[in-house]
């Protein structure tokens, strides 16, 4: 089997800017706000991306979310299932960036599927 790296992180935040400032200080990390349809601002650890969604009932505080690289969504949601994990969501498209599908792993982890455009 071909080993999948984090395609993308997500850490809520309660103030963007705030996340933003934090982290490039502590990290170096590369922050860029992003405008509407949701805001959201994106960074660049230098391996791998990610972005601060607004804290809300779907990304309380504390729930930090990985996705996993993925070529084919269906086949591995069948696979999350087969091996004891639970499909959370379809797979749906996010703009021209790509598709993603949410899951929890057996421990009731929940991580994300990624597949680039």
Known sequence: MTKRGFAHIEIPAKDRDAAAKFYHTLFGWECQHMGEPSPYTTFQTGNVGGGFPDVSDDNPIGSVIVYIESTDLEADGSLIEQHGGKLLSPAFQVGEY?????????SGNKLALWKNA
């Open 98 to 106: 790509g598709w993603m599908r949410y899951f929890e792993d057996p």
